[in-house]
């Protein structure tokens, strides 16, 4: 690269910070797959004008709108809720619409492509039914035996705040899909699911518990965890995966929750 060429980035990149607008060349090095035209995956490059303030969905959008229809991806709210735009860009799990062009280093490529350990679909969407799957198989809902409250279930904050940080999960998939045991074969429930059993097992108000950590007590539940805290690190809510695991197989051993 030139030097006036590094010096129009650079001061691009500050001026991402003083908060005026001014665009750099990206290169997105994206890996696309698509069954009905290949069996193999490549990488293409896409070259954008984009503001470094601007996010990895932004220039998503950029390519499908004005470069390649076909480029396949998953998107909803676009603002770090709805989960569905969990994608590894450099070689990280993270949600497109919460990372910013400047923080991943614009001058150089970008790469993007679909999460592992889920058959890709088509580009940067995977078959997330096996995912949901074996939320579905935790039970992630209030389980009651009879004694309806004419009122809301009181609880207080103490036992409110047990399971705070497992409430926060959107079921992106970026913590399974990070998860080396879960790359292996598959089987494995998977960080996603065991948080969101977390999330109900030690609800007061909830008595399903035991039910729920017979389910993980399976050869494919929780023990299978190797904790490697690639889920922690992936998990773009900040939540604390790995202790919420390792909180599970406490519960499992003392049957406290
Ligand atoms: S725990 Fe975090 S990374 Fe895993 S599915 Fe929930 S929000 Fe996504
Ligand atoms: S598009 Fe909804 S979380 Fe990114």
Not at 23 to 52: H, K
Request: hydrophobic share 35%; glycine share 6%; with cysteine.
């Amino acid at each position: 690269m030139s030097t006036s060429t590094l010096e129009k980035h650079s001061k691009a990149l500050d001026a991402a910070d003083d908060g005026a607008s001014h665009t750099i060349t990206i290169t997105l090095r994206i890996r696309r797959f698509n069954p009905e035209v290949s069996e193999d995956a490549t990488w293409q490059d896409f070259q954008l004008e984009m503001d470094p303030k601007e996010r990895v969905l932004d220039a998503l959008h950029k390519v499908k709108w004005e470069q390649d229809g076909t480029l396949t991806f998953r998107r909803s709210c676009a603002h770090g809720i709805c989960g569905s735009d969990a994608m590894r860009i450099n070689g990280k799990n993270r949600l497109a619409c919460k990372t910013l062009l400047k923080d991943i280093n614009p001058e150089k490529p970008i790469t993007v492509e679909a999460i592992k350990g889920l058959t890709v679909l088509k580009d940067l969407v995977v078959d997330m039914e096996p995912f949901f799957q074996a939320y579905r198989d935790v039970m992630p809902f209030l389980i009651t035996t009879g004694n309806e409250p004419t009122r809301e279930r009181l609880q207080s904050a103490e036992d409110r705040e047990r399971f705070d940080d497992t409430t926060k999960c959107i079921l992106c998939a970026a913590c399974t899909s990070s998860c080396p045991v879960f790359w292996n074969d598959g089987q494995y429930f998977g960080p996603a699911a065991i948080v969101n059993a977390h999330r109900f097992i030690f609800d007061s108000r909830d008595e399903g518990g035991e039910q729920r950590l017979e389910i993980l007590n399976d050869k494919d539940g929780v023990w299978r965890c190797r904790t490697t805290f690639n889920c922690t690190d992936a998990c773009p809510r900040g939540i604390e995966v790995t202790k919420a695991i390792q909180e599970v197989k406490r519960a499992l051993i003392t049957r406290r929750f």
